[in-house]
C-alpha cells in the first residue's frame, strides 16, 4: 500500500509540474504579422536532402518581416543532387547563397561542422542567425517572431521547438517524448535564469541566436566533437554569459524528423547515449521511468487479478495521472493528445530499448548518421 502511494505522489507531482511548465512558463511566440529591423541570416545545412528540401527552402523565400533576410545554404558532400534541386527551387533570387561544403576534419561531426561552415563563411553584416534544418518548415512570420521573441526574452539563444509531424505508429510513441521529457522534468524557469550550464536545452531543428553572442560562445567550433550539437551549444552560450531561452514554437513551425520506422530507430540511436553520459545514469534513469509510468498498469492488473482493489485503484490512479502529463505536454507543443496519451507506458518501454541498443551500438562502433561516424 505505501509503496503504491509514494509512486502516485510522485506521477502527481511530475504531472503537476508539466502543467506548471505548459500554462505558466513555457514561451509562445505569436504568429501574426510582426517585423524587425535587424539584418537576419537564415542558415540551412543540407545533406542527401534532395527529397525533402523543397518545402523548408519555399518556406523561406516566402518569409516576411524580415526586409533584410537572407538565407545562406550549404551543401555539405550530397551526393543525390541536392544542390541542384536548391538552385531550381530558389531560381535567382538574390537572397539565396548557396555554398559548398568541404568535409570534416579529425575530431568534427558532420552537423557542426556544416554549421560553423555557414556561421564563419556568410556575410558579417546579419545581427541574427537561425539555423534551420531541411525537414523544418516555417510559417510566413516564424523568423520574424522568432528574433522578435529572442529580443523579449533578453537571450542569447532561442530554441523554438517545432511541431512535430506524426504520420506513423512508430512516430506517435517516439516523437512527442522529447517535449514531454522537457515539460515534465526541466525546470523552464530555473533553466532561462541559472548560468549553470548543466541546467540546459535546445533542439537544432530551429535555433535562434545573437550573432555576437554565439562567436563569444565560441559557436559550433565550442562543440565540433558533440553528437547532441544543440545542447552543447546552449551549455558553451550559458558558459560565456549569455543566457537561453526555449519556446513553443508549434505555431512558427513543423518538422517531419523521420520518414520510416528505420530512420527513426537509427536517429535516436545515435544521440540517446549521449544524452545519459555514463551508461549507470541511463540505467537509473530508465529504471526510474519504467518504475514511475510502465508499471501502474501492470501492477493495477495484477492487484485485480489478486483481489487488491485498493492497491488495483492506486495504480490505476497513477497510471491515469502519467496519461494526463501526456497529454497536458502534446496539447501545450501543438501534437496529438488522444488516444496516444494512453499508450503512454509503451513509449516509455521502447525509449528504454532505443537508448540500450543506442549504448550497444557505441560500445561496437557501429553508430552511423548519413554514411558518417558518430562516435
Known amino acids: 500500500m ?12 511530475l504531472t ?9 512558463w513555457l514561451r509562445r511566440p505569436g504568429a501574426g504579422p510582426v517585423e524587425v529591423t535587424e539584418s537576419v541570416a537564415v542558415l ?12 523548408c527552402l519555399r518556406a523561406l523565400l516566402a ?10 545554404v550549404l551543401d555539405d558532400g550530397s551526393t543525390d543532387g541536392t544542390a541542384e534541386v536548391v538552385r531550381a527551387v530558389a531560381g535567382a533570387d538574390p537572397k539565396v547563397t548557396v555554398l559548398t561544403g568541404v568535409a570534416p576534419p579529425p ?4 552537423k557542426p561542422h556544416a554549421c560553423w561552415q555557414l556561421a564563419t563563411r556568410t556575410d558579417p553584416a546579419p545581427t541574427v542567425l537561425a539555423f534551420v534544418d531541411a525537414d523544418v518548415v516555417l510559417t510566413p512570420y516564424a523568423v520574424a517572431a522568432a528574433v522578435t521573441e529572442l529580443r523579449a526574452a533578453g537571450a542569447t539563444l532561442l530554441s523554438p521547438y517545432p511541431r512535430i509531424v506524426v504520420r506513423t505508429v512508430a512516430d506517435r510513441l517516439v516523437q512527442p517524448l522529447l517535449q514531454w521529457l522537457w515539460l515534465t522534468f526541466l525546470p ?6 541559472s548560468p549553470r550550464p548543466s541546467l540546459a536545452a535546445a533542439g537544432g531543428q530551429f535555433l535562434v541566436v545573437d550573432r555576437a553572442g554565439y562567436l563569444r560562445a565560441g559557436g559550433h567550433a565550442a562543440v565540433a566533437d558533440r553528437v547532441l550539437e544543440d545542447i552543447e551549444l546552449a551549455r ?3 558558459r560565456s554569459g549569455g543566457r537561453i531561452a526555449l519556446a513553443d514554437g508549434a505555431r512558427l513551425a513543423t518538422c517531419r524528423m523521420y520518414d520510416s520506422w528505420p530512420q527513426l530507430r537509427d536517429g535516436y540511436s545515435k544521440s540517446l547515449w549521449a544524452s545519459f553520459g555514463h551508461p549507470a545514469a541511463a540505467a537509473v534513469v530508465v529504471a526510474l521511468l519504467l518504475l514511475l509510468y510502465t508499471a501502474p498498469p501492470l501492477v493495477a492488473v495484477g492487484a485485480l487479478v489478486a483481489g487488491a482493489p485498493v492497491t488495483a485503484g492506486l495504480a490505476l490512479a497513477g497510471y491515469l495521472l502519467g496519461v494526463a502529463g501526456r497529454a497536458v505536454s502534446a496539447r501545450a507543443t501543438g501534437g496529438r493528445a488522444w488516444p496516444d496519451a494512453l499508450a503512454h507506458p509503451v513509449s516509455v518501454v521502447v525509449l528504454g530499448w532505443l537508448t540500450l541498443r543506442s549504448y550497444h551500438l557505441r560500445k561496437r562502433r557501429r553508430l552511423t548518421w548519413r554514411g558518417r561516424p558518430v562516435s
Open 2 to 13: 505505501i509503496p503504491a502511494l509514494v509512486l502516485v505522489a510522485a506521477v502527481a507531482a
Open 16 to 24: 503537476a509540474h508539466t502543467l506548471v511548465n505548459a500554462t505558466a
Open 44 to 55: 540551412l545545412p543540407l545533406r542527401d536532402e534532395a527529397d525533402r528540401v523543397t518545402p
Open 63 to 72: 518569409q516576411r518581416g524580415v526586409p533584410e533576410l537572407r538565407i545562406v
Open 107 to 110: 575530431g568534427w561531426l558532420g
Open 188 to 193: 523552464l524557469r530555473a533553466m532561462e535564469r
Open 236 to 238: 558553451a552560450v550559458k
